[in-house]
């Protein structure tokens, strides 16, 4: 199957996915119906796989869509630029005092610590 581009799938395609999963659709007609490369397939599943048990108390390993928009979404908080204070805890600190404890402003501490560059 040709390349169809960077796409993310949506709540639906996973749950369309796992529907077609349990009636053992061809994983090639999967990615057909949802329009995504044959890979995206394969790595969605991947990512899914979790142990469930059956009504006889067996573990089975299957997709799950739930587990799926889990990883994916702390993926997406996971996202973005460090905090810039990074690990100065000891200014951290210094900066919740001043505003928390002795009740200054923001704009004045801000216009102290431009002062002091």
Request: proline share 4%.
């Given at each position: 199957?040709?390349?169809k581009?960077?796409?993310?799938l949506?709540?639906?395609?996973r749950l369309?996915?796992?529907?077609?999963l349990?009636?053992?659709t061809?994983?090639?007609?999967?990615a057909?119906?949802?329009g995504v490369?044959l890979?995206t397939?394969?790595?969605e599943?991947?990512?899914g796989m979790?142990e469930q048990?059956?009504?006889?108390?067996?573990?089975?390993?299957r997709y799950?869509?739930?587990?799926?928009e889990?990883k994916?979404?702390?993926h997406?908080r996971?996202?973005?630029?460090?905090?810039?204070?990074?690990?100065?805890?000891?200014?951290?600190?210094?900066?919740?005092?001043?505003?928390?404890e002795?009740?200054?402003?923001p704009?004045?501490?801000w216009?102290k610590?431009r002062?002091?560059?």
């Open positions: 199957m040709n390349y581009g960077n796409q993310h949506k709540w639906e395609d369309s996915l796992e529907r077609m349990k009636i053992k061809p994983k090639p007609k999967i057909e119906a949802l490369c890979k397939v394969y790595n599943i991947a990512r979790c048990l059956t009504s006889e108390l067996e573990p089975v390993s799950c869509a739930d587990v799926t889990r994916y979404q702390e997406l996971a996202k973005g630029l460090d905090i810039k204070l990074g690990k100065d805890f000891a200014f951290a600190e210094y900066i919740e005092e001043q505003i928390i002795k009740n200054g402003p704009a004045r501490l216009h610590l002062l002091t560059e």
